[in-house]
Structures are given as structure tokens and as C-alpha cells.
T-cell receptor, first 115, second 112 residues
């Protein structure tokens, strides 16, 4: 299993540009989430999904859209990038396993800079 | 608002010391507790998972305990090594929906 993969690893955007951060997992996990990490701060939840077709907002959802059409993929869209969205973005997944329920798996992150 | 407080915020020690990292939660409704480490510029690496029915978990030189009644968790690192240098995280998880609440972490530096 590849686990949780994220692409791209690095991205530089100009203010106002749009882009999609990709997240995929091959573990058939029902739960997926996006977090952002700013310097000196803890990770903060942006959006999460409890299954294909079901998403909801986290703590800092403004400026981001998500959808989940398949179990494997959970892309994060920035519609109009702003410098305040400069951050490192992490995707995570888990499932309600019987042996290790809700164990969290994180992707390697995408480092985004908006100029 | 749920918060996670990690104490100390930073720690610098010579190698060989036994260390204690503390985590406390304003919400004591904890389903399970997973400790992570994060190396600079890297992602999160899972260290230990204390499941709902457990009170502690051990892996090598690491031992983590969880007291749900007080909303506290402690990570013990025995005989610290320079390779242990990282930021340690203990997000709050109350079950379902993959919603974790993170604190700022404990930044550990172990010098030779």
C-alpha cells in the first residue's frame, strides 16, 4: 500500500490563481481530512469527509472547497489564492477498524506559497 | 472551544536523559490518543496509539499513558538520543469524523 499520497509536494501561486491539491489513499478508508499548518501553530482542520459524497467544514474552511466523489480521493480546491493561504497542507485518513479504530494516517504534505 | 496544551513547549537536553512530555485537553471526552513526531519540514510520523480500552502503550524506548478522567496524556522517552530531536504532537480525538484538535507541540532537542 502507498498509504496517503499528496501532490504536488511544493507549489507557488500568484494571488488570485486557483489550484487543486490532490490527496489519495489506497487503504479504503472512509474518513479523510485536510489540515493546514502555519509556523509556530498547531495543525488546524479545514474540511473533512465521512465517506464518498459527504463533506463538512472544519475550523478554517473559508477560501477552500472540497468534494469527494470516490472513497480514494479527497481534493482540496483553492478558488482564488491569497497570501494568507501560504501554509503546509496535510491530508489524513482513518477508518473504524476493529483492531485499531480511527488510527490516523497522514500524507507527506504540500508546501504552498502564495505571492 | 476544545484546546490541547502541551508542556513543555520546548526542551533541550543532553543525550541519555529520561524525558516526560505532557499533554492536557480541555475536553476529557477522548476516544483514543495517538502520539506523533514531526521532523522539521516533514510530515507526521505515528509513534503510539492508545486505544479506547487501554491506559498505556509501549514501543521500544517510548511509553505513553492516558488518563481520560483528568484529560491528560504523558509520553515518556527513555535514554534520549539525538535522533529523538523533533516536535511531538498529541492531538485530541473524540471519535468519528476524523476531526483532530492539535496543540502547538513540544519541540525537543537532544544534543550529543
Amino acid at each position: 500500500n502507498a498509504g496517503v499520497t499528496q501532490t504536488p509536494k511544493f507549489q507557488v501561486l500568484k494571488t488570485g490563481q486557483s489550484m487543486t491539491l490532490q490527496c489519495a489513499q489506497d487503504m479504503n478508508h472512509e474518513y479523510m481530512s485536510w489540515y493546514r499548518q502555519d509556523p509556530g501553530m498547531g495543525l488546524r482542520l479545514i474540511h473533512y469527509s465521512v465517506g464518498a459524497g459527504i463533506t463538512d467544514q472544519g475550523e478554517v474552511p473559508n477560501g477552500y472547497n472540497v468534494s469527494r466523489s470516490t472513497t480514494e480521493d479527497f481534493p482540496l480546491r483553492l478558488l482564488s489564492a491569497a497570501p494568507s493561504q501560504t501554509s503546509v497542507y496535510f491530508c489524513a485518513s482513518s477508518y473504524e477498524a476493529s483492531d485499531r479504530p480511527y488510527e490516523q494516517y497522514f500524507g507527506p504534505g504540500t508546501r504552498l506559497t502564495v505571492t | 472551544k476544545q484546546e490541547v496544551t502541551q508542556i513543555p513547549a520546548a526542551l533541550s537536553v543532553p543525550e541519555g536523559e529520561n524525558l516526560v512530555l505532557n499533554c492536557s485537553f480541555t475536553d476529557s471526552a477522548i476516544y483514543n490518543l495517538q502520539w506523533f513526531r514531526q521532523d522539521p519540514g516533514k510530515g507526521l510520523t505515528s509513534l503510539l496509539l492508545i486505544q479506547s480500552s487501554q491506559r498505556e502503550q509501549t514501543s521500544g524506548r517510548l511509553n505513553a499513558s492516558l488518563d481520560k478522567s483528568s484529560g491528560r496524556s504523558t509520553l515518556y522517552i527513555a535514554a534520549s538520543q539525538p535522533g529523538d530531536s523533533a516536535t511531538y504532537l498529541c492531538p485530541h480525538f473524540s471519535g468519528g469524523y476524523n476531526k483532530l484538535i492539535f496543540g502547538a507541540g513540544t519541540r525537543l532537542a537532544v544534543h550529543p
